[in-house]
Structures are given as structure tokens and as C-alpha cells.
């Protein structure tokens, strides 16, 4: 015989107590556990031995101090240990984390989930409402907006990168389509994408230029610019077109 549902079983999913996921709670409180554990072990590592243990030390522990992170699991309250590391001539300094840096708020795969949400193609008072549920509203529109700025100057840095220390010997030159979101309409953008081929055979991102198109004189500007940046020539160059443009095409220019 069946066994009948309760009331509370069968209570909407975020009516009342449906808002709290004991799952969650109890994941979340492991993740805290396990990064103080990190940091622990950190923090004696530094010092060189543990708490309350006697012998020599190159410093001593001054109390903790709560760090509130954001991560994939949701917010988390972590204590972190404070100490001072006594160098050879006597000077004291601030011990950090390398762990959880000191201006770190949240992990890099929350600030890649923001990015790319905003990239969707919706803007910040959306994204916060998308992200609430899993962030238990950690996520306001000035975290949206301060994650895109520093998205976009590690982008842009990314572009301006030095190449001449590069070992590329070959290049991959290819066009590909993405749909994208722009001013609330769907619109297929052409991407000019570079990759290089060192001389081991890694294979690394080069550049991702939108040049409306992929035509010789947009290529000669992609090229231009590495060239520019200290890119050397390579052995071998292999040219393939997306198949929107070219149905596939490929070459290769020794």
C-alpha cells in the first residue's frame, strides 16, 4: 500500500520552508570546513609548526578574521587565520594567503558565470535576478557590473599580450559563426580566430577578432596586429573557413 504525502511533502517548492535545502546546507557547510582546512595547513606551513606546538618558528599567529566568499556553492562565511612572520634581521610583516588572495570575494568560476550570463546578451538587473536563487542574492547589480569591468581589462590586456617570446611554428587561421544576443535581438556574428602551434605541438589561442567578416583585408588585420605585437613567422600556415562562408574550405600555405 502506498504511504500517503504529508502536507509539508507536498508543499510548493519555494513556499515556507521549501526555501531551505538541507543538501545545500550541509555542502556548503563541507566547503567551509575544507577551505579553513586549506588555510590552516597554509598557515602552519608558513609559520613552521602547528598550533600550540613548541619549537622554532619564523612567526607567531595574532587571532583570526571572517572572510565572506562566493563561490559555485553559494555564499560562505570562512575564519581565516591572522599571523606575522618574523624575517633574519628581525622585521615583522603580515602574513597572506595565497589561497584566498586578500582582495579575493569570489572564485573564478563565479565571475566566469557572470561574465557569460551578461554576455547572453541581458543586462545587469537580469543577471541578478537569473543569479539570485544560486546565490542567495550575494549577486547585485554593482558585483554584476564590477565583474564585467575587470572581465573586460583582463580581455583587453589579453589582446595587447607580448608574442614575441612565443615558439609558434605554425598558424591555424579560422572563421567561425556564434549567435549572439545584441540590443535584444538574436544576430550571427563572424569571429576570426588565430591559433598557434608551438614547436613541442601545444596548440594556444592567439586572437578572437569580430572584423564583420572574413575577407582578405580583415585577415591582413588580424595578422597585422600579431605581427605587430612580436608574432615571428611561421614554417606552415593552414587557412580553413567557416561553413557559413566558405562550406568548409581549408588550405595550407607553406
Not at 68 to 92: H, Q
Not at 95 to 121: C, D, F, K, N
Not at 149 to 172: G, P, Y
Request: aromatic share 6%; glycine share 8%.
Amino acid at each position: 500500500m502506498e504511504k500517503n504525502s504529508t502536507p509539508a511533502e507536498m508543499a510548493p517548492l519555494f513556499a515556507g520552508e521549501g526555501w531551505f535545502d538541507p543538501i545545500e546546507a550541509e555542502l556548503r557547510e563541507r566547503v567551509r570546513q575544507f577551505l579553513e582546512a586549506m588555510v590552516e595547513q597554509e598557515v602552519t606551513a608558513a609559520l613552521g609548526r602547528r598550533r600550540y606546538q613548541r619549537g622554532a618558528a619564523v612567526g607567531y599567529r595574532n587571532g583570526t578574521r571572517s572572510r565572506r566568499l562566493l563561490g559555485s556553492f553559494g555564499p560562505v562565511e570562512i575564519a581565516v587565520p591572522r599571523a606575522r612572520l618574523v624575517d633574519a634581521d628581525g622585521t615583522r610583516r603580515e602574513w597572506h594567503s595565497a589561497v584566498l588572495p586578500r582582495y579575493a570575494r569570489m572564485t573564478r568560476q563565479v565571475e566566469a558565470l557572470i561574465a557569460s550570463t551578461y554576455l547572453a546578451g541581458t543586462n545587469t538587473r537580469r543577471v541578478t535576478r537569473a543569479l539570485a536563487a544560486l546565490f542567495k542574492g550575494a549577486v547585485g547589480k554593482d558585483v554584476v557590473s564590477r565583474v564585467w569591468r575587470k572581465v573586460k581589462t583582463d580581455w583587453e590586456a589579453w589582446t595587447r599580450r607580448d608574442l614575441a617570446e612565443e615558439d609558434i611554428v605554425r598558424l591555424i587561421l579560422d572563421g567561425s559563426v556564434v549567435r549572439v544576443r545584441l540590443d535584444r535581438k538574436a544576430t550571427n556574428i563572424s569571429l576570426l580566430v588565430v591559433l598557434g602551434v608551438r614547436s613541442d605541438g601545444q596548440k594556444i589561442l592567439l586572437a578572437v577578432r569580430n572584423m564583420g567578416g572574413e575577407s582578405e583585408a580583415a585577415w591582413r588585420g588580424v595578422l597585422d596586429d600579431l605581427v605587430a605585437r612580436g608574432l615571428r613567422s611561421p614554417e606552415f600556415l593552414i587557412i580553413r573557413r567557416s561553413r557559413r562562408s566558405g562550406k568548409g574550405a581549408c588550405r595550407a600555405v607553406a
